[in-house]
C-alpha cells in the first residue's frame, strides 16, 4: 500500500485579501481529496466563500470522486444570491488512493495540475480560456495572449460537459492556481519541483513563494497543493 503525503500553501497577492484556497482531506481507509479553488476577482463574498469551496470540494473528492467534488462546489454559488454578488471561481481537485496507481483529476477553467515523475513536469489539464481556444483553431499568438484571461467556464456555471477529468499514473501530483502557474517561469517550476520532490509541503511553500510580480507590479494570489504518493513497508 502507498503512503500519501501532502503539503498546501497559499500566499495573498497585492490586490485586496486572498481569493484562492486549499484544502486536504483524509478518509479513515487513507484516501484523499484535494482541491485549489481561484475565485476570480476580488469581490465581496470570494474571500469568505473560497476555503469553503475548497473544504467542499476536497470533502466530496475523497469520498465521491472530483467530479462530484467541484459540481458539490458549484452547486454552493450557482445562484447570484438576493444582492447579485455572490463569488464564482475556477477549481482543480483529484483523488488519490492508497491502493490505486491512478490520481484522477478534475478542473474547470484555468486551475492546473502537473504530474512529476522523476525526470520531467507534465501538464495534465488544459486551461479553459478563449485564448487556448485560439490557438487551437490556428490563431496568431498575439491574438491569443490578448484572450489568456477570458474563460470559458467558471466553477458556478460547471457541468458534466464542462468539468474535465483525467488519469495521473506519477507519483507526484501538484495543483495550484493561476498565481503560480503564470507568474512562476517554467524552468524555474521545474527546478523547484526537482529540488523538493520527496517533500509536499517544502515543495507547495517554495512554488507559492516563487511567484513574482509583473511588470506593472501586480501579482496574483497563489496557492498550491503538492500530492507525493511512496510505497509504504512490506509493499513490492
Known sequence: ???????????????????????????????????????IGHYRHTSTVAPLLAEVAARFSARRGPLAGLLSASELIADRGADGEEA???????????DDDVVTVTWTGDARAYGWDGTRLELYTDDHTVGKQLRANGVSLEIARAHDNWLRTSLARASIGTVYTAGIRDRLIILSSDGVHDQVPAD??????REHAEDPQALADALV??????????????????IRMSVGEGTA
Open 1 to 39: 500500500m502507498q503512503i500519501i503525503t501532502t503539503g498546501t500553501a497559499t500566499r495573498e497577492g497585492t490586490a485586496l485579501d486572498n481569493a484562492d484556497a486549499a484544502r486536504v482531506y483524509v478518509l479513515a481507509d487513507g484516501t484523499v481529496g484535494a482541491a485549489v479553488i481561484d475565485g
Open 88 to 98: 464564482d471561481a475556477v477549481a482543480v481537485a483529484v483523488r488519490a488512493y492508497p
Open 188 to 193: 524555474t517550476l521545474t527546478d523547484l519541483v
Open 209 to 226: 513563494a516563487a511567484a513574482v510580480a509583473d511588470a506593472e507590479g501586480y501579482r496574483d494570489d497563489a496557492t498550491a497543493v503538492a
